[in-house]
């Protein structure tokens, strides 16, 4: 079992910055590939980013690409999702994930999820 709690969310105003967090804990064979993703209300979830286990490789949605970064510090099993130039629309509850060795953008391909954190961005 993996557990994943995420940090990190708040209301900013269009053009600012966030920084989100997904600490890790529990038991896992493997080092995961990890995603982040969104809901908003009434809409589907949705993959925002997704980093490879040993964190060489990224992948973005394209409205978030040269906006958000991620990143992972394998030491302290904690994933990062650095948000920049944000948004209205990017309002919505954004959830980490941990899956198997592929990253993807697919939430179905996830085996562990975090609570969600809260992001709100005001025009």
């Known amino acids: 079992q993996v557990q994943l709690v995420e940090s990190g969310g708040g209301s900013v105003q269009a053009g600012g910055s966030l920084r989100l967090s997904c600490a890790a804990s529990?038991?896992?064979?493997?080092?995961?590939?990890m995603g982040w993703f969104r809901q908003a209300p009434g809409k589907e979830r949705e993959g925002v980013a997704a980093?490879?286990?040993?964190?060489?490789?990224?992948y973005y949605t394209d409205s978030v690409k040269g906006r958000f970064t991620v990143s992972r510090d394998n030491a302290e099993k904690t994933v990062y999702l650095q948000m920049n130039t944000l948004k209205p629309e990017d309002t919505a509850t954004y959830y980490c994930?941990?899956?198997?060795?592929?990253?993807?953008?697919?939430?179905?391909?996830?085996?562990?999820w975090g609570q969600g954190t809260q992001v709100t961005v005001s025009s």
């Open positions: 529990g038991a896992s064979r493997y080092i995961n590939a």
């Open positions: 980093i490879s286990p040993g964190g060489k490789n990224t």
């Open positions: 994930a941990a899956g198997g060795r592929t990253p993807t953008l697919t939430p179905d391909l996830y085996n562990y």
